[in-house]
């Protein structure tokens, strides 16, 4: 059974930072492009960073640009985000995504395992 397990969510002050881990099983995610999503209430999910299989190639929207850092460790078959300088429009639902191809994508419907989601909620 294949499985991503997210954690390291919470709640911050603004400005805060936080490490999300999201932890593969069940099959190797060596040869995986690998993503987070996130869902803020009212909102549909969207892209906020993804990954290719090397680690080389990273993409992250707009609203994470300079304050968010996508990286992975394909020995042990994990990928982090870590997030500084956090906004109170950061708080979100994150999903840890892996997508069955080494290329790195954006659309939600491209990847095909998603973890259940870890809440990082940013107030004073």
């Known amino acids: 059974q294949v499985q991503l397990i997210e954690s390291g969510g919470g709640s911050v002050q603004p400005g805060g930072s936080l490490r999300l881990s999201c932890v593969g099983s069940?099959?190797?995610?060596?040869?995986?492009?690998m993503a987070w999503f996130r869902r803020a209430p009212g909102k549909e999910r969207e892209p906020v960073a993804a990954?290719?299989?090397?680690?080389?190639?990273?993409y992250y929207s707009d609203s994470v640009k300079g304050r968010f850092t996508i990286s992975r460790d394909n020995a042990k078959n994990t990928v982090y985000l870590q997030m500084y300088s956090l906004k109170p429009e950061d708080t979100a639902v994150y999903y840890c995504?892996?997508?069955?191809?080494?290329?790195?994508?954006?659309?939600?419907?491209?990847?095909?395992?998603w973890g259940q989601g870890t809440q990082v909620t940013v107030s004073s």
């Open positions: 995504a892996a997508r069955n191809g080494v290329v790195m994508r954006t659309e939600r419907t491209a990847y095909d395992y």
């Open positions: 990954i290719d299989w090397s680690g080389e190639t990273t």
């Open positions: 069940g099959r190797p995610f060596r040869n995986s492009a």
